[in-house]
T-cell receptor, first 115, second 111 residues
């Protein structure tokens, strides 16, 4: 069975500083990887996903994540955080991009932005 | 532009009471899921369904039942609620082999 580890429960970053959230997974084959973001009292919104191809995936808000097979990692980065980025971030691994038995989630990293 | 809709959004139950959470999706997805979210635990899969009329157990199925009578709906039932079932419940759906989309959550408190 697959598993996901997010080693940092809380991370505090100053506004404008760079960010890296760590995610390590355990899975026997090539995984499908996701980052979801959850604002307080809200559901989970998809941030980034990796299915195949280019190992660096990016979104329009400046987030990027890189799949590194050799390190079994899918770390999330952003060069300059904004106060609105404060949220809970979940890394998840799935079979076939969310196969019949869904995704396995990490326990989340709570991102705090200091002014 | 509804996506995945869950009702109710908030509910308080007494121990031993029963209730049903309703999930509806308008994306014609084959797969549907129920997760629960607890502090420090991330999301854990309760039950899932790969199509109308089919259901299967996830990681934490005890104390819950589900039904998928229509493709667009996935119901989660608690027959006899316990305080340990106090949680936030998320429904989700997807096409096979594709991204999973989540509802906004249902906050359940069992007293």
């Amino acid at each position: 069975a697959q598993s996901v580890t997010q080693p940092d429960i809380h991370i505090t970053v100053s506004e404008g500083a760079s960010l890296e959230l760590r995610c390590n997974y355990s899975y026997g084959a090539t995984p499908y990887l996701f980052w979801y973001v959850q604002s307080p009292g809200q559901g989970l919104q998809l941030l980034l996903k990796y299915f195949s191809g280019d190992t660096l995936v990016q979104d329009i808000k400046g987030f990027e994540a890189e799949f590194k097979r050799s390190q079994s990692s899918f770390n999330l980065r952003k060069p300059s955080v904004h106060w609105s980025d404060a949220a809970e971030y979940f890394c998840a691994v799935g079979i076939s991009g969310g196969g019949a038995d869904g995704l396995t989630f990490g326990k989340g990293t709570h991102l705090i932005i200091q002014p | 532009n509804a996506g995945v809709t869950q009702t109710p959004k908030f509910r308080v139950l007494k121990t031993g009471q029963s209730m049903t959470l309703l999930c509806a999706q308008d994306m014609n997805h084959e797969y549907m899921y129920w997760y629960r979210q607890d502090p420090g635990m991330g999301l854990r899969l309760i039950h899932y369904s790969v199509g109308e009329g089919t259901t299967a157990k996830g990681e934490v199925p005890d104390g819950y039942n589900v039904s998928r009578l229509k493709k667009q709906n996935f119901l989660l039932g608690l027959e006899s609620a316990a305080p340990s079932q106090t949680s936030v419940y998320f429904c989700a759906s997807s096409y096979p082999g594709n991204t999973i989309y989540f509802g906004e959550g249902s906050w359940l408190t069992v007293v």
